[in-house]
């Protein structure tokens, strides 16, 4: 029987963000959901209720984030500019060294920069930095036409900064430009990312 995860019994502390609590229910419901799998080091929790990113650190929160995910809604199949759910892990990191706003392009930076007050038309830009997600639960978000890696689902800076704290991305998780940068230098290679619906 799955343990249903909850934060409406969690207290949250209005000034300085979550308490530890809310860590504490996350760790238990994941170590309940994924039996096989250490969370013992750097784990990222994408909460789509909240449009918000918590980085736990062997059972600490670190620190959280405000995103954007899909304005589509939650989803895992190829073309649905969906935000896909469950367990996945960091596979590659891109943007080393790269300023602020860098454009890629395929995970290249391009040379060019955003607009850092930009208002037009939301053109999807990636900057900054990309931590691309690999999926690890088959069928959800690995193989076939749901796989995670294969959509090029991202964490990545934005040049619509006004987005995040919304669902407004295209599939992604968005971030505004200093905190991926922060992000992308805290979490190695490997580190594991749940994005839940709650």
Same mark, same amino acid.
């Given at each position: 029987?799955?343990?249903?995860?909850?934060?409406?019994?969690?207290?949250?502390?209005?000034? #300085?963000?979550?308490? !530890?609590? @809310?860590?504490?229910?996350?760790?238990?419901? =994941? *170590?309940?959901? $994924? &039996?096989?799998?250490?969370?013992?080091?750097?784990?990222?929790?994408? #909460?789509?209720?909240? !449009?918000? @990113?918590?980085?736990?650190?062997?059972?600490? =929160? *670190?620190?959280? $984030? &405000?995103?954007?995910?899909?304005?589509?809604?939650?989803?895992?199949?190829?073309?649905?500019?969906?935000?896909?759910?469950?367990?996945?892990?960091?596979?590659?990191?891109?943007?080393?060294?790269?300023?602020?706003?860098?454009?890629?392009?395929?995970?290249?930076?391009?040379?060019?920069?955003?607009?850092?007050?930009?208002?037009?038309?939301?053109?999807?830009?990636?900057?900054?930095?990309?931590?691309?997600?690999?999926?690890?639960?088959?069928?959800?978000?690995?193989?076939?036409?749901?796989?995670?890696?294969?959509?090029?689902?991202?964490?990545?800076?934005?040049?619509?900064?006004?987005?995040?704290?919304?669902?407004?991305?295209?599939?992604?998780?968005?971030?505004?430009?200093?905190?991926?940068?922060?992000?992308?230098?805290?979490?190695?290679?490997?580190?594991?990312?749940?994005?839940?619906?709650?």
């Amino acid at each position: 029987m799955m343990l249903a995860f909850t934060l409406a019994t969690v207290a949250i502390a209005s000034a #300085s963000g979550p308490s !530890q609590g @809310l860590v504490d229910m996350l760790l238990e419901y =994941l *170590q309940i959901r $994924y &039996p096989q799998q250490s969370f013992s080091g750097d784990v990222l929790y994408v #909460s789509i209720h909240r !449009q918000a @990113l918590f980085h736990v650190r062997s059972g600490q =929160l *670190q620190r959280m $984030y &405000p995103v954007a995910t899909a304005k589509a809604g939650l989803g895992g199949r190829d073309g649905s500019w969906r935000t896909p759910t469950g367990l996945h892990r960091v596979s590659e990191k891109y943007g080393d060294g790269v300023p602020a706003l860098g454009i890629f392009r395929d995970r290249v930076f391009t040379g060019q920069f955003a607009d850092p007050d930009f208002a037009g038309v939301d053109k999807d830009w990636i900057t900054s930095r990309v931590l691309w997600l690999d999926g690890l639960e088959p069928g959800v978000n690995q193989g076939g036409n749901v796989d995670s890696h294969a959509r090029y689902i991202y964490i990545h800076g934005t040049a619509n900064e006004k987005s995040v704290g919304t669902a407004s991305s295209m599939g992604c998780v968005r971030m505004r430009n200093a905190d991926v940068i922060d992000l992308y230098e805290q979490v190695p290679v490997g580190a594991l990312v749940v994005i839940l619906d709650n």
